[in-house]
């Protein structure tokens, strides 16, 4: 009897033994994943004062009157200038009119004739594509992206289910959808200054577009020659930095109108990194360029991006 009572003691000891090694070891792992946390929020911290650093550090000086440079993968503004003003966006509005043509399903290879129209909303459409021309919904597409081709872009407009109104519609209700806030569309050209947007919204379209394959396509390309029955055309890309090699440019589009200056908005991959430019009211096609290569250079710069790293 003697010797059960003490078998008992013995195994009642090992369980409160064994309790107390567990609520050690739970305790010390609770310790660690604290310490863990704390290592985290400050390396975050650390982090977001490096990087404030780094963004401004010599920061560039643009013509440009409203400019954006976005880290797609953090979501993070790089470098802002007035990127909440309404301004007149010219023809960066056919990239959401290609948004528009390619979601609603028609038929790319389809033939179209071209009509006499030489004005559109009441501006002249300046184009060398004559009447009775026949080309399909793709190279009017290609022709209206890479090349900013008026006619080619309101002969799709007008050939969309619905016509021309309808389309419009649909250009401002998917500008909603997306959350284009301070973003409005009377045409799809671009060549009224009533169609309207802030850098932040085009940064949006942009993102939008570049989920397009067609879109990132043909707004890269860097000419085209086009046969027709007459002649033969011949198409280059509006963006100077699509001819230039050293730039990596996923999808683009660039705009001009007197109202709107020159303006250009693209993705592209700086250093390694997915990053959206939007440059509005630029004073010329040669500042333009000069403020894009700016950006691009600073982003370049050794602390900007060992801060992203």
């Known amino acids: 009897m003697k010797f059960n009572y003490l078998r008992m003691a013995c195994f009642t000891g090992l369980i409160a033994t064994a309790a107390m090694v567990t609520m050690a070891t739970s305790w010390a792992n609770d310790v660690n994943r604290l310490q863990k946390s704390s290592v985290s929020i400050t390396g975050e911290r650390a982090l977001d004062a490096k990087l404030e650093a780094a963004l401004h550090d010599k920061s560039p000086v643009l013509l440009a009157r409203s400019a954006l440079v976005l880290d797609q993968a953090s979501g993070r503004a790089l470098f802002e200038k007035n990127s909440k003003d309404v301004l007149s966006i010219a023809s960066i509005t056919k990239l959401m009119s290609a948004i528009v043509i390619v979601e609603s399903g028609a038929d790319l290879s389809e033939m179209i004739t071209l009509g006499e129209e030489k ?11 004559r009447k009775d021309t026949e080309l399909s919904r793709y190279d009017l597409l290609r022709l209206a992206l890479m090349s900013s081709e008026n006619k080619a872009i309101s002969t799709l407009a007008k050939n969309h289910p619905g016509g021309l109104e309808r389309f419009v519609e649909t250009m401002n209700a998917k500008a909603k959808e997306l959350g284009m806030r301070d973003s409005h569309f009377l045409e799809p050209t671009g060549i009224l200054s009533g169609n309207i947007s802030t850098a932040s919204d085009v940064a949006i379209l942009i993102s939008a577009a570049e989920k397009f394959p067609l879109i990132r396509e043909l707004s890269t390309e860097e000419a085209y020659t086009l046969e027709t029955q007459k002649s033969s055309l011949h198409y ?14 996923v999808v683009q589009k660039t705009g001009t109108t007197t109202k709107a200056g020159k303006c250009v908005a693209f993705q592209a991959i700086i250093a390694g990194r997915d990053v959206i430019v939007v440059l509005l009211n630029g004073k010329s096609k040669q500042s333009r360029v000069k403020d894009a290569s700016k950006l691009r250079q600073w982003m370049e710069h050794d602390l900007v991006m060992s801060a992203l790293n």
């Open 119 to 129: 004005r559109f909303a009441g501006k002249s459409l300046r184009s060398r594509l």
């Open 236 to 249: 280059s890309n509006t963006n100077r930095l699509i001819h230039d090699p050293s730039w990596d440019i």
